[in-house]
């Protein structure tokens, strides 16, 4: 059953979906992006006593299993932040979901959050990275310090900032969502986790910003 084509966005020669789940499957690499999951992030709030629904981590993973399903890749890119802190129960259920696609490449670019030890993920059979150039494209996870200035290795792909464009309805009414926000010389995507939030992000006239609704994603501005 099809979940969602994506909107076809064709973008340095290119072609690429933007999923409403908020990743991009790139068809040239056959390959699945997404930033941000913050796996346990519910297990650390709830292990510090903090009451979190426990089925938020479960429907990550099975959104993430759904897209599989659905696009077939050869490989599943993470733009950091994989997993939110230090170990703790919900690492089970992911090295579970590993289990699912043993052939499925796993790449992950290491972020701020990833600070548990390597061995967990190689383990796994997943490859790290600082950074990687593939294609016209350069994988991080933190954007540029100057977006101005292009990055040596490519057009940089990242994550981190959770964005998300405010729009603002004819009765002053305001909404929030999250975006793919492509500049001069790097795009960042949403967070893919649920127990996330976004931040509005200004944009300037040359940005191309995809908002996020619940089954498409639709061009603004």
Known sequence: ?????GTPFQFLDQDLFLLPQK???WHQQKALIAADVHFGKVGH????GIAIPRNMEQD??????DLIYEHRPDKLIFLGDLFHSDMNNDWDWFVLWRSQFPKLEIILIKGN?????????????????????MGPFLMLHHPLPDPEKKADG????????HPGVSLIGRGRQKVTLPC????????????FGKFTGKVAILSRKADRIFGVLKDKVIAIG
């Open 1 to 5: 059953m099809t979940i969602s084509a």
């Open 23 to 25: 990743a991009i499957y």
């Open 45 to 48: 709030f709830r292990k510090a």
């Open 60 to 65: 990550d993973l099975a959104m993430l299993s």
């Open 113 to 133: 959050h990833d600070i548990i030890s390597d061995t967990h993920y190689t383990d796994l059979g997943i490859i790290l990275h600082k950074q990687l150039a």
């Open 154 to 161: 490519g057009y940089v792909l990242c994550g981190h900032i």
């Open 180 to 191: 793919f926000a492509f500049g001069k010389n790097q795009a960042i995507l949403p967070s």
